[in-house]
């Protein structure tokens, strides 16, 4: 083969590549092993990763879910595993129908007119909601609450420190973990950013920052990373959002040691020429017949290069797919009864851990399915020591993020705890 | 034949111009919306906006193609035609009444004087081929 295309050797194949960038030996890999020898191997690495194997509090943005089998044995049919973006519509149905029956369902749960066919995940999501608000107000401050997962705001902080955004950030008040200072907001503002349930598990008062981000005449973002609350929560749509943004991991997909996730983006009509992502409309063809599109595509940079509203190009086709069919299989009904259990379980959680001598839940806002404890002692001491007593994880110190808060940490209950991890917990921090 | 009104002027990359004093009204000729085929949505500026010559303040969507639309003259736009995405069809059907897309209060009314007039744009067009 390499005659044929008038080369010597494997190694004229990179010649555009400048010597002193290759490795110039080999990678260090051990040698050939059987099948089963790889298999062992996998699944003692897979070993370490405890926290996937213990009963565990974590959650801050990921979240431990039941999804139905269903989900996984769907998704793994050929059609949809192996195919690609549907940009030939006349042999793409398929794909384009459940990304037609996504964007629905999502902007059903968010309350919002229209969404996209996905992003990445739900902080990129965030930081193109930054980047919409701007072109749609023409203004660049974004003010953006500190009770947003940090993580998320790092993220949008790397997307957009090389325009125009000036990020100033609000704080939370002390005692209801809600957003409360909004003398930020301004006639230069673009939008006002919030998450709820928020990092710290509180429930915002949507309404009312809607009001404060409509009276300064910005966009009102609102952040969802616990994509079950949808199924109880008032929507962030009829609270007044303009862009809702979020995360759907929760809804049938794998935690999978941080990805791949999904995530949701969702505007109103008005403003659809300016969300980012691709879309997915209703056509009709010469019969009269209905068919799908990926439609608006002058907003995507393949189009308009300068014009475009993102650089993406593509969507989390497979993942949206498996949180398609994680909402149809649950149903309405479903998703309430998960999204109760949730609430209901966590309840339980914070009385039982409230009674314990030392310990305190921080914030008194409404919860969903998640709450800060402060401990008499650090909290890594504390988890360490449920972790190794009692096999438990019981949840995330918060003084990685949020230095100042060294003896609190965030516990999340979900559907997938019973009582007795709960009460086991419980013991272990006596 | 596209049709090329006496009393406009016209510029080479197919916009009209109506001049009432020092406000423009500008818009799209005859032979670009043949061109463009079926509209479907006209990307205008904001009232307030301010653009020099040749500048591009908009765009013009086709089911075939998007082009922008420039600015034959300097100037500020006063006035933009909201309802016009209601009816983007218009700009086939009336591209010289009811599909202007902007009036621009214009920095030098000279300007206009420089453009093509109708029997000019007509010759363009013939020498377009």
């Known amino acids: 083969m390499l005659e044929s295309i008038g080369l010597s050797n494997a190694a004229d194949l990179f010649r555009s590549i400048p010597t002193d960038v290759q490795l110039g030996r080999k990678l260090e890999i051990t040698d050939p092993l059987a099948e089963s020898e790889v298999i062992a191997a996998m699944e003692e690495l897979a070993a370490r990763n405890t926290a996937a194997t213990k009963p565990s509090f974590l959650g801050a943005g990921v979240y431990s879910h039941y999804s139905p089998t269903i989900v996984d044995h769907l998704i793994q049919r050929s059609e949809f595993f192996t195919s690609y973006t549907p940009y030939q519509p006349e042999i793409s149905q398929g794909t384009l129908q459940y990304i037609f029956e996504f964007q629905t369902l999502i902007c059903q749960l968010t309350g919002m007119e229209v969404a996209n066919a996905s992003m990445y995940d739900g902080s990129t999501a965030m930081a193109e909601a930054y980047l919409m608000a701007q072109r749609v107000t023409r203004r660049n401050k974004i003010v953006v609450a500190d009770s947003v997962h940090p993580e998320y705001r790092e993220v949008a902080r790397t997307y957009t420190q090389h325009g125009e955004a000036e990020i100033v950030s609000v704080s939370f008040d002390e005692k209801t973990g809600r957003v409360a200072d909004l003398s930020m907001l301004d006639d230069k503002t673009a939008a006002l950013v919030v998450q709820s349930p928020n990092f710290f598990g509180c429930i915002e008062n949507l309404e009312r920052l809607a009001g404060s981000a409509h009276a300064v005449g910005a966009l009102f973002v609102v952040v969802v990373t616990e994509a079950i609350s949808l199924g109880l929560l008032r929507s962030p749509g009829a609270c007044g959002a303009d862009i809702v943004v979020g995360e759907g991991q929760s809804f049938g997909i794998p935690m999978s040691f941080g990805g791949p996730h999904v995530g949701l983006f969702a505007t109103q009509e008005k403003f659809v020429r300016q969300m980012p992502g691709r879309l997915c409309g209703i056509a009709y063809d010469k019969d009269g017949n209905r068919g799908y599109v990926l439609t608006l595509s002058t907003r995507e940079q393949h189009i308009r290069r300068e014009k475009a509203t993102s650089n993406i190009c593509t969507n989390q086709g497979l993942i949206a797919l498996a949180a398609t069919i994680f909402m149809e299989a649950m149903g309405r009904k479903g998703l309430q009864e998960v999204a109760e259990q949730n609430a209901q379980k966590a309840e339980y959680a914070a009385r039982r851990i409230d009674e314990v001598e030392g310990f305190e839940s921080v914030f008194s806002a409404p919860k969903f399915n998640e709450f800060v404890v402060r401990a008499p002692r650090p909290a890594a001491e504390v988890l360490e020591r449920s972790r190794i007593d009692a096999g438990i994880i019981g949840g995330l110190a918060l003084s990685k993020y949020y230095p100042d808060r060294p003896n609190d940490f965030l516990v999340c209950v979900t559907e997938t705890m019973k009582r007795e991890h709960i009460d086991r917990l419980v013991e272990s921090l006596k | ?129």
């Open chain 2, 1 to 129: 034949m596209a049709n090329i009104p006496e009393n406009l002027r016209y510029s080479k990359d197919h916009e009209w111009i109506l001049v009432d004093g020092d406000v423009a009204s500008i818009g799209i000729t005859d032979y670009a919306q043949h061109s463009l085929g079926d509209v479907v949505y006209i990307d205008l500026p904001r009232a307030g906006d301010k653009f020099g010559t040749h500048e591009a303040f908009g765009s013009v969507e086709s089911v075939k193609a998007v082009s922008e639309i420039f600015t034959p003259v300097s100037g500020e736009v006063v006035e933009v035609n909201e309802g016009l995405n209601d009816t983007p069809e218009k700009v086939n059907s009336d591209p010289y009444g009811e599909a202007w897309f902007i009036k621009l209060k214009m920095d030098n009314p000279g300007e206009a004087d420089a453009m093509l007039s109708w029997a000019e744009y007509e010759e363009y067009l013939s020498s377009q081929g």
